[in-house]
């Protein structure tokens, strides 16, 4: 069965390499070389893009860069705009990496050296002046290190005057110099940066008539004290975005500090509340328990009345779970160094696999329900939950994916990448799954242990209800609570997925994560509790949707730093942008839902069995 397995992997991660589909393509660098003197270091090209919007990504030579290498002599010497080799974490994270026909010699010292001297058409002058005008910036790698920088400027632009009158727009500039530098330690290159010179800058402002333009670059190569293996850490400090870990620490104080008030209030209630029913239904004489018992015991022989759509609430609680195993798992890997935190894509592929191979936890969690809730059907529930998360996803992606081909953009999933992720869900997903639900039939306990029996008819709810005990009510202040637990820490997570700041401080966000369940869980408890107080005992979809609250006031906080904080424009990034945070936040609802739920069922169970009931 393990050779299986590991076949299946293997044979899902090569697809998204196709040595048919790939076979003019170069064979990735290998990263952590040691080199010789002269020996070549390879610089590769991946994008470019406008800064503001870093999901927008076309390839490098989309814009008419030479792509090759030629001396004063005019004789060619390195041919680039080659293909590399992809692995499934780059292909996921948009990269397009190509050779690139900068020749560089370990530890050569190069001053001015002519790249190539090209006459350009007015039409490729125009292309360079829009990418300018929309702040474009490259990318490169040096030794999986990334560089990046602008590839021109626009001076003494008057924007308020070039909105009414349509004068002002400045002078174009274009960078036509890169300087290349690489820190060396070890014969090991162990940092890479790459800048433009604006004192060689070409004006670029007239675009009618053709121009010939020179592109040239220098390379040096400095010693450094920085070991190899810590050469990412440079870059959790990105120039575009500084990283402020006191304020992180204030917001998990500030966590802290509501966990901590929330924990003592529930306590006090819980303790007095709960003391007082407890004494009021087990030891006074049972003539005054019929003429004074109200609230929550009146309800016990309705309280563990299965829910409507019992199929699509097991299947919720599976997905929930599935999820949930899957965040802590990924946290867990990235907190300890096992995924890289520093590579684009590595923790999305990370989720994808492990989200794969944790069906088996979803599969299990939901037949296993649906048997407590006598169901019949448990292929059903199987099949459902096999889909409710990855249906939406699927649909969220290929929207975006073909308005990412429709503009060109590289950050559209090549084919081989699609069918890997195809090949996960239809070889493991959901034989796992449906595993899962095989174990539950078989092993797993099918009697839901209620300490109360059920009537056969349901007890009257009552309707008349005070706005604060209202079920809105209760869902505003179920996903309120704990978004103001978590929105100081959600603003950098926000910041680090939209832009380009390197998120590092998993050790915070997997303790802020810890914090968001304590929190979404006591909340949730709590409102149930005062819910069984006014004689509802509809509880099965309302505590899984107060858990799930916090889900919808993420996608509503999208809304505020999309429009206030990020910067972002244009549709291609709208729809990534609202399409995935929708996803994002459905992920959250299924989640929370779920671990609210069950710990709702515990206290239910817990309170139904220290009364005497008939």
């Known amino acids: 069965m393990r050779t299986i397995v590991r076949a299946l992997i293997a044979s899902c991660l090569l697809l998204s390499s196709n040595p048919v589909a790939e076979a003019k393509k170069l064979a990735k660098v290998k990263i952590g070389h040691t080199y010789k003197e002269k020996e070549e270091v390879h610089v590769i090209v991946n994008s470019v893009g406008p800064f503001n919007n870093p999901t927008e990504k076309y390839r490098f030579y989309s814009l008419p860069f030479c792509d090759t290498h030629h001396g004063t002599d005019g004789k060619q010497k390195k041919k680039g705009a080659v293909r590399h080799r992809q692995r499934l974490r780059e292909a996921m994270a ?32 125009a292309v360079f002046k829009d990418a300018i005008a929309n702040s474009y910036y490259f990318e490169m790698y040096v030794e999986d290190l990334p560089m990046s920088g602008f590839i021109g400027d626009i001076i003494d632009e008057d924007v308020v005057a070039q909105d009414i009158m ?90 802290c500090v509501l966990v901590l008030l929330l924990t003592a209030f529930l306590t006090i209630i819980f303790m007095r509340v709960l003391k007082n029913d407890f004494t009021n239904y087990m030891d006074i004489e049972e003539e005054i328990v019929e003429e004074e018992e109200s609230g929550w015991k009146l309800i016990h022989g309705d309280v563990f009345r299965f829910p409507q759509q019992s199929t699509l609430f097991c299947a919720a609680v599976g997905s929930g779970n599935q999820l949930l195993v899957s965040t802590f798992i990924v ?175 998993f050790g915070i966000l997997f303790f802020a994560f810890v ?7 006591a909340i949730t408890v709590s409102l149930l509790y005062f819910q069984l107080t006014r004689e509802d005992h509809r509880w099965w979809w309302m505590s899984f949707v107060n858990g799930g609250m916090i889900g919808l006031f993420i996608y509503g906080y999208s809304f505020y730093f999309y429009f206030h904080r990020s910067g972002l424009t244009g549709f291609l990034q709208t729809s990534f942008y609202f399409g995935y945070m929708a996803l994002i936040s459905f992920a959250f609802f299924l989640m929370l839902g779920s671990v609210s739920f069950q710990l709702s069922l515990q206290f239910v169970k817990y309170i139904y069995s220290r009364v005497k009931c008939d």
Not at 95 to 108: I, K
Not at 201 to 220: C, E, G, L, M, W
Not at 392 to 421: D, E, R
Not at 515 to 521: D, E, K, M
Request: hydrophobic letters at 45%.
């Open 94 to 125: 948009g990269d397009r990496r190509e050779s690139s026909p900068y020749v560089v010699e370990f530890q050569q010292k190069v001053e001015d050296r002519v790249l190539c001297e090209q006459n350009f058409s007015t039409e490729q002058l």
């Open 166 to 255: 349509g004068t002002g727009e400045g002078k174009t500039f274009l960078f036509p110099h890169l300087q290349f530098i690489f820190g060396v330690n070890k014969n090991k290159i162990v940092s890479a940066a790459v800048r433009t010179d604006a004192s060689k800058k070409v004006d670029i402002s007239d675009v009618s008539a053709p121009q010939k333009i020179t592109f040239t670059y220098s390379v040096d190569f400095v010693p450094e004290d920085l070991e190899w293996k810590h050469r990412m850490k440079r870059y959790t400090h990105s120039m575009f975005a500084p990283a402020s870990t006191e304020i992180h620490w204030l917001s998990i104080i500030n966590s």
């Open 515 to 521: 914090l968001l369940v304590i929190v979404t869980s």
């Open 331 to 505: 946290l867990l890997l990235a907190l300890t160094g096992k995924v890289s935190t520093t590579r684009r894509g590595s923790i999305l592929a990370a989720a994808v696999i492990i989200y794969s191979f944790m069906s088996v936890v979803g599969g299990y969690s939901a037949t296993r329900l649906y048997f407590q809730m006598n169901g019949k059907a448990w292929s059903r529930c199987v099949l459902l939950t096999a889909v409710l998360f990855p249906i939406p996803a699927a649909l969220v992606f290929s929207y975006v994916n073909s308005v990412a081909i429709a503009h060109g953009s590289i950050s559209a999933l090549p084919f081989s990448t699609v069918f890997t992720i195809a090949a996960l869900y239809f070889f493991i997903c959901v034989p796992l799954t449906l595993t899962g639900g095989i174990l539950a039939k078989n092993f797993a306990k099918k009697d839901m242990e209620a300490p109360t029996r059920t009537t056969k008819v349901a007890r009257e709810i009552p309707t008349e209800t005070p706005l604060f005990k209202s079920r809105p009510f209760q869902m505003l202040v179920a996903g309120f609570l704990p978004f103001s637990a978590v929105y100081i820490e959600l603003h950098y997570i926000f910041t680090s997925m939209w832009g380009h700041q390197i998120y590092t401080l």
